[in-house]
């Protein structure tokens, strides 16, 4: 997809861990082989080797322009463009006294600048809300593992107004989105649940937009009250099996859409 391309530089650096090795005079740019890429975009590459290939840690000073420039054989003006970019990623950052450091990056606020959900098309769209229902069937038991009677508690009070059948439970975004919103805050895990509040706008985009359509009946699944008697009598097992059920009619929604599979 699309929005996760910022992810890929991120990870190209462990990748490289894996394969690079080099000495200084490795380092050098060769510009007779640089291909349709730009300058800026080859020596943006070749800095995140560098910082590899010295071992830099987040907190570690990266080497100064001059010394990058001569290194790579190229102008300052090419390697500042080149960590300005890096700096957009989140990777480096500039601090008094110390110069430019490597920094571990905020994916979120990375992502976050990327997923505005009117310039998103539609197939991005729809693997973003693909990608909420396999994490939120996926992290249920981290929420079982974690849960508190507070938590419990907290999530009874929400689902008090709602019918005990999911039959006659009509669909509320408020509503929806403060259970689910809870249950990403239960799994203990911040980076998830950074997750969700960036995603939050691809979400609710795909509810109003009508962009969740279906054909035939909708299927029974099992409601937020469900859930909440599941996480506080049942077992992990059944609380997993319920949260693929309540997401039973997205799920029904998303694949009746595809084409048939080729036997």
Known sequence: MQIFC??????LYYIFRTSL?????????????????????????RLIEVFLYRELKPGDSIPKETELATLMGV????????????????????????????KSPDLSSILR????PRILDHKTLMNIFEIRLALEIGMADFIFSR????????????????????????????QELKFHGKLYQMTGNGTLEDFQTLLLPAFQYVYSA????????????????????????????EFREGMRSHLENHFHRILSADPAPIL
């Open 6 to 11: 910022d992810f890929f530089y991120f990870f």
């Open 147 to 174: 849960k508190t009677e507070a938590d419990i508690e907290e999530l009874s009070v929400l689902v008090d107004s709602e019918p005990d059948h999911s039959e006659s439970v009509l669909f509320d975004m408020n």
């Open 210 to 237: 009508g962009m969740l359509k279906s054909k035939g009946k909708r299927r029974k699944y099992i409601s937020h009250k469900g859930l909440v008697s599941l996480l506080n009598a049942g077992t992990a097992d």
């Open 21 to 45: 090795i080099m000495d200084n005079q490795d380092l050098r740019l060769d510009l007779s082989s640089i291909d349709s890429s730009s300058l800026v975009d080859k020596v943006e590459m």
């Open 113 to 116: 600048k990327s997923i505005i």
């Open 75 to 102: 102008s300052r003006t090419v390697i500042r463009e080149s960590l300005n970019r890096l700096k957009t990623m989140d990777l480096i950052e500039s601090r008094k006294h110390k110069g430019t450091i490597i």
